[in-house]
């Protein structure tokens, strides 16, 4: 329930943008006789596929809460507790997913629900690529390069929100080239925010104790590239700080950039509006560095 009423966090962004996208498009002129179906510029199908969208992220939020049996230790609670919580998160991460895809079905719409579908079919893929390649924060990353990085990224991060862009355009009856650039801007926004994210413990300034990282973040994979296999092994004890001075971090930054103004590019067919605006503003708060 927290997940999805907590206005103080930043889980409803896929809805938001959704509906921001759906907005700076506006009507398409094959639908121009459905307008009385619009409020504030959006359709009620494109609202109910934002809804769709949060639900499918909330289901996979909680089902990533289930914990693994095998590794608990005593000091970690009872048993029965653990295994009493599993069962929840999957019933609740179940539920949800399957209240999504029945609005999904209602919107009547199949390209949207193939969209959608290819995109749940995205996140367990890239899930499943997490949890088999340890990718752990104290677990040594496999030795992938920043190109298998986004792949996985886009899987796992990227795919639900580009697709659902896209398919806020399809149930607009938007032209292919509307619909692609919604996709490149949900595909792009979506990286540069989860690069924003991995630079984080290597960009604060008021990081006086050291705050945790995963080995499988962008800026570890690029100093990885730039330094060699063997000597980031010999480094991997005093990581951070090799990283920090090092041109992950760096060349981190600058990929962020590069999807953000990739994904402002995409915006650019958009005709100028306050919910344009609102969107190129989410690019420039995850591309802003101190």
Not at 107 to 124: F, H, R, W, Y
Not at 225 to 231: H, K, N, Q, S, V
Request: glycine share 6%; charged share 20%.
């Amino acid at each position: 329930r927290g997940f999805v009423y907590d206005s103080r966090n930043n889980l409803q962004m896929r809805g938001l943008v959704v509906l921001l996208i759906s907005k700076a498009a506006g009507p398409s002129t094959a639908e121009l006789s459905f307008q009385h179906d619009m409020v504030s510029g959006i359709y009620s199908s494109q609202r109910s596929l934002a809804e769709i969208t949060e639900l499918i992220h909330t289901a996979f939020l909680v089902h990533r809460g289930i914990v693994n049996i095998g590794e608990l230790k005593s000091c970690d609670g009872p048993l029965k507790d653990m295994q009493f919580g599993n069962k929840m998160a999957v019933l609740s991460g179940d539920f949800l997913l399957a209240n999504a895809c029945t609005s999904l079905a209602q919107l009547q719409n199949t390209k949207v629900v193939e969209l959608i579908s290819s995109a749940i079919g995205d996140l367990v893929q890239g899930i499943y690529y997490e949890n088999s390649k340890s990718s752990e924060e104290n677990c040594l990353t496999d030795d992938i390069g920043i190109s298998r990085w986004k792949e996985q990224v886009f899987l796992s991060h990227s795919a639900l929100l580009a697709k659902s862009c896209q398919a806020a355009m399809e149930l607009a009856k938007h032209s292919p080239e509307i619909q692609d650039m919604a996709f490149q801007y949900g595909k792009h926004m979506s990286m540069s925010h989860k690069l924003h994210s991995d630079l984080q413990p290597f960009v604060k300034e008021s990081s006086s104790d050291t705050m945790a990282f995963s080995l499988n973040s962008a800026p570890a994979i690029l100093h990885q590239e730039f330094l060699g296999r063997e000597a980031w092994l010999k480094q991997i004890r005093e990581l951070q700080e090799a990283i920090r001075g090092g041109k992950g971090v760096t060349s981190a930054i600058d990929l962020c950039c590069c999807h953000g103004n990739r994904a402002l590019a995409a915006l650019e067919r958009f005709p100028p509006s306050e919910a344009r605006d609102a969107l190129a503003n989410i690019v420039y708060a995850v591309t802003r560095f101190p």
